[in-house]
Each structure stands twice: as C-alpha cells, then as structure tokens.
Nanobody, 119 residues
Framework: QVQLVESGGGSVQSGESLRLSCTGS????????MSWYRQAPGKERELVAS????????TYADSVRGRFTIARDNAARMLYLQMNNLKPEDTAVYYC????????????WGQGTQVSVSS
C-alpha cells in the first residue's frame, strides 16, 4: 500500500524555522515528481514547492521563494521542506504529493501536517 507520511509540523513564532519531512513507501520514489502543497482554513490547496527530480530545478510559489527550500533524497525515499522566516500567513496544513513522471494521472497524497505561525 502506497504511503506518504509527513512529519515536522508544529507551532512556532513569526521569524522562526521548521523543517518538514515526508517519507514515501511502496512506490518507485525516483520515478515521481515530488511537491509540497498547503491548505489554510477557508482557502483552496495551493502548490508551495516542487522538485521533479534530483537533477531538476525546484519551483516555488512567489509567497515562499527565498524563504523555503525543497530537497529530496531518492535513496532514503525522503522529501524535505526547510521553512525559514516563517510568517503567520504560512499557517496551514502542509501536504506531501507524489506524481508519476511516466504514468499520467498516477499521484498520491500524504495525510498532512499542521504548521501554525503566531505573530
């Protein structure tokens, strides 16, 4: 059974940092583009950062560029999101997402981890 499990969320104050991790199992991790999404209360889920492969350039939402860094370790089947200088508007549930680069429409979601930033 395919699983994506996030960890590392929590409650911090504005300006602090968090590092999210996501571990994938039961699928060929390196064949998948990996992303982080987030969903704040009352808002639609939005793409935060994406890294298609270890050789690709990452992409970021304008709101996090320069503060967040996405990284992946295919051997460890891990995806990371380093979040620095957190702001209250970063408060959301953060989701790990995997999408196959070879099978259109094959994708998986994690269960999400809560990040709360207070001013």
């Amino acid at each position: 059974q395919v699983q994506l499990v996030e960890s590392g969320g929590g409650s911090v104050q504005s300006g602090e940092s968090l590092r999210l991790s996501c571990t994938g199992s039961e699928f060929i991790f390196r064949w998948y583009g990996m992303s982080w999404y987030r969903q704040a209360p009352g808002k639609e889920r939005e793409l935060v950062a994406s890294l298609i492969s270890v050789h690709a350039s990452p992409t970021y939402a304008d709101s996090v560029r320069g503060r967040f860094t996405i990284a992946r370790d295919n051997a460890a089947r891990m995806l990371y999101l380093q979040m620095n200088n957190l702001k209250p508007e970063d408060t959301a549930v953060y989701y790990c997402h995997a999408e196959s680069r070879y099978s259109s429409g094959t994708m998986y979601w994690g269960q999400g981890t809560q990040v709360s930033v207070s001013s």
